[in-house]
């Protein structure tokens, strides 16, 4: 628990992500990232020096088949307001609009539900369970499928909603949370989303994956490359951090 607290406080201290007073919904699919995310934010609430409020939103997605009564339960030990939010984002998309690509509208209208589900339940801003690895990739992915240099913000202000979306697993690898969610047995909700996952990301992955074995360090030597350019918003703060877990 302290490895993953540390690499989570100091990326909620190098980017700012939480202020006094704030009331925060964590956005939480049932998969492993963001109830990684769910827990270490809300161990950190009892100790971190600004004092914050944290709520667990999970909109269904129309899915009978996924029970997220133990989700329930970990909010509960958690001590956790849990709020479930039923749509029909799966049905919509694959049975009435039969849509070519659902990844795209899928991730747009969670995005819009989450959003106003957070304002519903009083939080102005929304913790995401983005990691290390999705930032590499995503950067990677504009680059070569889009000829672009960008990736996703460490915080963004969404001004049309008032919402400020934070992502505090922004430094935790990917293999750290799938064994922190394995040792802390995390009550991970299996997804039947019939669309594959997103197999331009899963190319990126394994193409970074085997460039590693003969650059190793590479993820984190083009992680470094974003905060030291820095893309917008990527400067860190470091005045305030605690030492980089080893
Ligand atoms: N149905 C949902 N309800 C609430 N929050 C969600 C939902 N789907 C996604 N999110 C939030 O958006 C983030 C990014 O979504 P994405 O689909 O990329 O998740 P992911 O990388 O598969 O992560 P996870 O392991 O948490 O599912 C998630 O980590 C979570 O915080």
Redesign the pocket.
């Known amino acids: 628990m302290q490895k993953m607290l540390s690499y989570v406080r100091r990326a909620v201290d190098h980017y700012h992500m939480i202020e006094e007073g704030d009331r925060i919904a964590?956005?939480?699919?049932?998969?492993?990232?963001?109830?990684?995310?769910l827990v270490a934010l809300a161990k950190l609430r009892a100790f971190y020096p600004q004092k914050f409020e944290i709520v667990a939103?999970?909109?269904?997605?129309g899915y009978a088949e996924m029970d997220f009564s133990p989700v329930q339960a970990l909010c509960d030990e958690l001590g956790v307001e849990y709020i479930r939010?039923p749509t029909q984002?799966g049905p919509i998309i694959f049975d009435i609009r039969k849509e070519e690509n659902p990844c795209a509208l899928c991730?747009k209208m969670?995005r819009g539900a989450?959003h106003e589900a957070a304002k519903a339940a009083g939080c102005k801003k929304v913790?995401?369970?983005?990691?290390f690895d999705?930032v590499v990739e995503t950067y990677m992915l504009s680059l070569f499928y889009e000829g672009r240099i960008s990736c996703f913000q460490p915080v963004t202000f969404l001004d049309r909603t008032g919402i400020t979306l934070i992502r505090p697993l922004l430094y935790t690898p990917e293999y750290y949370?799938r064994s922190f969610a394995a040792r802390h047995v995390l009550p991970i909700v299996h997804?039947p989303c019939p669309a594959d996952g997103n197999t331009k990301r899963q190319e990126i992955k394994d193409l970074l994956k085997s460039l590693e074995q003969t650059m190793p360090g590479l993820r984190e030597r083009i992680f470094g490359a974003i905060q030291r350019y820095p893309l917008k918003g990527w400067a860190p703060d470091r005045t305030r951090t605690p030492k980089r877990p080893k």
């Open positions: 964590v956005g939480v699919s049932g998969g492993k990232d963001s109830l990684a995310l939103i999970t909109l269904e997605m939010i984002i991730a969670r989450l913790a995401l369970g983005h990691h999705d949370v997804n």
